[in-house]
């Protein structure tokens, strides 16, 4: 006999926002963490949980952000299970991942400055995909192209003077890094 169970999907994102603003902050509350979670979205996509400066800051970020990361990725399995079409999340504790994005942007404008005074291409060092968005969007706001290239922890951007051939559409390689999680 086939199984008949009603499975409820959650469309609004308002109510996704709230499970996991209450999932993450049950999380924290486990390591004695109380805090008011600030959640939200800016595009409708991806919900935007930012944790306050804490004195757990180090703890919860944890070495390069993986342990942020880890969080986030049991933020949106929960999501996931509990049935919520709305499940990529973003996890940001203390502004660190902003303040990361700031500092990355700074150096793709000295990347840029170089490939704009050589007229060369330049191959940058491979970057999980949230670093490649910024790096898409401050070449693209200078006039180069930028071109992802390369698969899984390999991944890169290529920056090209605005007249260079682009191998695939600068638009496909930002929406390919759109879709992948962060590395």
Request: hydrophobic share 35%; charged share 30%; net charge negative.
């Amino acid at each position: 006999m086939a199984d008949t169970t009603d499975v409820t999907t959650h469309d609004d994102i308002e109510e996704a926002i709230q499970y996991a603003k209450k999932y993450l902050e049950d999380i924290l509350s486990f390591f004695g963490l109380n805090t008011d979670i600030y959640a939200t979205t800016e595009d409708g996509e991806v919900i935007e949980l930012d944790i306050p400066s804490t004195h757990l800051n180090a703890f919860l970020i944890g070495q390069h952000g993986d342990t942020m990361r880890s969080l986030q990725f049991l933020v949106s399995n929960a999501l996931k299970n509990n049935n919520y079409t709305h499940t990529r999340v973003n996890v940001d504790v203390a502004e660190y991942k902003k303040q990361r994005a700031d500092r990355l942007a700074e150096t793709a404008q000295e990347w840029i400055q170089k490939v704009q005074t050589s007229g060369e291409p330049l191959d940058l060092r491979p970057m999980n995909a949230a670093d490649r968005r910024t790096v898409h969007k401050v070449a693209a706001e200078a006039g180069l192209i930028s071109e992802s290239v390369g698969e899984g922890r390999d991944r890169h951007i290529v920056l090209k003077p605005a007249g260079e051939p682009v191998g695939a559409a600068n638009d496909a390689n930002e929406a390919d890094d759109v879709a992948e999680p962060d590395e």
